[in-house]
């Protein structure tokens, strides 16, 4: 047991009185918006996509790559959204697909762009991309710059806009976090310009904005950062869910 | 496009105003316990098992069978409730496991329940079984009538009281849906038998009780059959969240 779970787990009260539920959590850190709970966004026949990296991949089967699947959903946080939605709105024949794919950066979205994104004709497109874009950087994996990463994107959305004039855009905050197996206090300077431009993308493209960090930040007041992420990217099972209840409320 | 769903899809209104939110539909068909929803019946550092046949089982990894991880829980009921719990009760260190084994009957539960429920000295067990006991006899590969079924279910309930003294029980309804591939009329006298045999189970043990039946006859009021379980027995990604909510409204 490291220090930061002592530290919290010690602390704690046993039973059921000391708990913060992370509803209240993601509710203190994200404001409604003025139409959500209502998931106006969402119309009758909508085809809702999931784009991103290894944290919306979590593990799905690319053999069929089939619509409101289990096995081409994966355990992350796409699942649980689109579980969510297909359960709270039986009436409305959605489809929802996940395609994102272990290790992407921005271009390797635009890459496979068509199959993956334009031809599938999503009303409404959640991505969620950049850490890699960083990380391999980090890593001499990888020579694209921050300014790469928001150029990409811009053309990426771009480009999505000309084909799909109406869709709905969801964009998410890319994340890093502390006391965890692979983040350090010098990831934190380089991730908060991934996420400046992330939120610039948003901006430009009138898209919903997802702000993972900011619930990160107020959920490892309440359990180890390890509790949500092992390695401070990767979501853990109670990370996962996180994210899909603040993903939800930023949204629907 | 089947009968049912012509009638259901061609009768919806376009849009978002149709909705009848499914947490509605288990609400007007579980009353929530005195002490729910204040999650009483969880403490702190607790084990909480889920056991039972593939809809538990819902395609996990069974090399590891680690707690709290995704590919060990599968994309069933369980790993909803699982990923609520751990999401929701951050400060509690709960351990969860998933040992649901696809094609399990009640005595398959009991030639493995050693190692796959003493062993793990759950503080909570959450128990669905009982189709296979049905399924398998009307396919001629099994002769456990519900007479056999009651027997084995409350020798394995007794062996787990003397045991575990204190461990609270949650007994799960099994369920079958008409209007499916596999499910006909011919099942719902038989089946409603082993429902009233596990209610019974509840009864003697004082258990929790979680009437998945009545959330699916409500439930295909909303969307056809097909929508929550193909066959009628397995549920689809709605049918899971669908479940895992009566769950949670049943037990926490």
Redesign the interface.
């Known amino acids: 047991m490291n220090i930061s779970r002592r530290r919290?787990?010690g602390h704690?009260v046993?039973?059921?009185a000391?708990?913060?539920?992370?509803?209240s959590i993601v509710s203190g850190v994200i404001s409604k918006r003025e139409t959500a709970g209502?998931?106006?966004l969402?119309?009758?026949?909508d085809v809702i996509l999931f784009q991103g990296d290894s944290i919306t991949d979590?593990?799905r089967d690319k053999e069929k790559e089939l619509p409101?699947?289990?096995?081409s959903?994966g355990?992350?946080y796409a699942?649980?959204i689109?579980?969510?939605l297909?359960?709270?709105?039986?009436?409305?024949?959605l489809t929802l697909y996940n395609r994102g794919i272990s290790g992407n950066k921005v271009y390797q979205l635009a890459e496979r762009w068509k199959k993956d994104c334009l031809d599938l004709k999503p009303d409404l497109l959640s991505i969620l991309i950049g850490v890699n874009d960083y990380w391999h950087l980090r890593k001499g994996e990888y020579d694209g710059t921050v300014t790469v990463y928001e150029n990409d994107y811009r053309a990426l959305l771009q480009h999505t806009k000309e084909h799909l004039p109406d869709v709905k855009l969801v964009i998410c905050e890319p994340f890093a976090v502390l006391e965890t197996s692979a983040v350090d206090d010098s990831w934190m300077g380089p991730i908060k310009e991934y996420q400046v431009a992330a939120k610039k993308m948003a901006e430009e493209f009138n898209a919903v904005w997802v702000p993972f960090q900011k619930v990160f930040d107020e959920?490892i007041k309440?359990?180890p950062a390890t509790?949500?992420t092992g390695d401070g990217v990767h979501p853990?099972?109670?990370g996962?869910?996180?994210m899909s209840?603040a993903w939800l409320r930023s949204v629907v």
């Open positions: 919290f787990f704690s046993a039973g059921a000391a708990l913060v539920s992370i509803p209502n998931y106006s969402i119309k009758k026949s979590a593990g409101n699947n289990p096995k959903f355990s992350g699942f649980h689109a579980s969510t297909l359960n709270d709105l039986p009436g409305l024949e959920a309440h359990a509790y949500w853990s099972m109670a996962a869910k996180l209840e």
